[in-house]
């Protein structure tokens, strides 16, 4: 069962980008894993498939290290934030995390919603396109609002794995005119760099359910090979929005099971 879940999720990052933690740490706490966790555990598995996904990217040159030294500092700071407010409030900390947990996906739903009429109907990337800049340093993005959004999509993933994927690439592509596909490439590279630091707090906490997460991480890196090959054959967009769907029930049910 948990191989099959890493594939599946695994499968639909690889064709669409979005929807890792959005999915796997909701699926987890529906299973029965306590949220903590879900939440250390997705880390890891998050870890490994940003890993390969960022070589991928950094080897088609879609990284932007100007924008990394602007998201970095402040979003790391923000999960030793998230961290040290999962320890003072530790026995609260499952409700926390459910309450964050489904706020952070009702609003990932929301916004993948907003990017898909916006691009559909606005034809935002066709008006604009002349306008784009290959680097971060050549852009209009201002880097004391995009530093402020790290921080707090740190918080996120530290206390629910969530927000390094949609949250932080709708805002990007929001306040800055750098190109999508760099975007795209540079925060995978962003969400692994958060990731692998939140899991490390989490793992010397215990938080982490090793054997699980090998069984998921397995499963996640044959998903994300077909579900990249598979993208091109697709219609993303069709995709993205069962997807969006799926994200947006999910956090209802979470929802539902805090009461």
């Known amino acids: 069962m948990e191989i099959f879940l890493g594939a599946l999720v695994g499968f639909l990052v690889g064709l669409t980008g979005m929807g890792g933690g959005a999915l796997m ?32 990217h950094r080897k088609q040159r879609n990284v932007d290290v100007d924008l990394l030294k602007v998201t970095v500092p402040p979003g790391i700071l923000g999960i030793f934030g998230g961290y040290m407010i999962l320890e003072a409030f530790e026995s609260e900390a499952s409700r926390l995390i459910t309450v964050l947990l489904a706020v952070v996906l009702l609003t990932s739903s929301i916004l993948m919603i907003i990017s898909h009429f916006r691009k559909r109907y606005l034809k935002v990337e066709c008006f604009v396109c002349e306008r784009y800049c290959v680097k ?28 390094s994927g949609t949250l932080m690439t709708f805002a990007l592509i929001t306040i800055t ?41 397995a499963g996640g890196l044959i998903g994300v090979y077909f579900g990249v090959h598979a993208s091109s054959r697709c219609s993303s967009e069709l995709l993205k929005i069962a997807l969006t769907s799926t994200v947006g029930v999910t956090a209802l049910v979470v929802a539902v099971n805090l009461w």
């Open 177 to 217: 005119n750098l190109k999508p596909h760099r975007i795209v490439g540079t925060d995978i590279v962003n969400g692994l760099l958060f990731t692998v630091v939140a899991a490390s707090l989490h793992g010397f906490s215990g938080n982490v359910n090793f054997p699980l997460a090998a069984e998921l991480i």
């Open 25 to 56: 740490t909701p699926a987890l706490i529906l299973l029965g894993y306590p949220p903590l966790t879900a939440v250390g555990t997705d880390l890891i598995y998050a870890g490994g498939v940003k890993g390969v996904a960022s070589l991928l």
């Open 136 to 163: 971060f340093s050549e852009s209009n993005g201002r880097k004391g609002v995009i530093a402020a959004v790290a921080f707090i999509v740190g918080l996120l993933v530290a206390i629910t794995s969530v927000g």
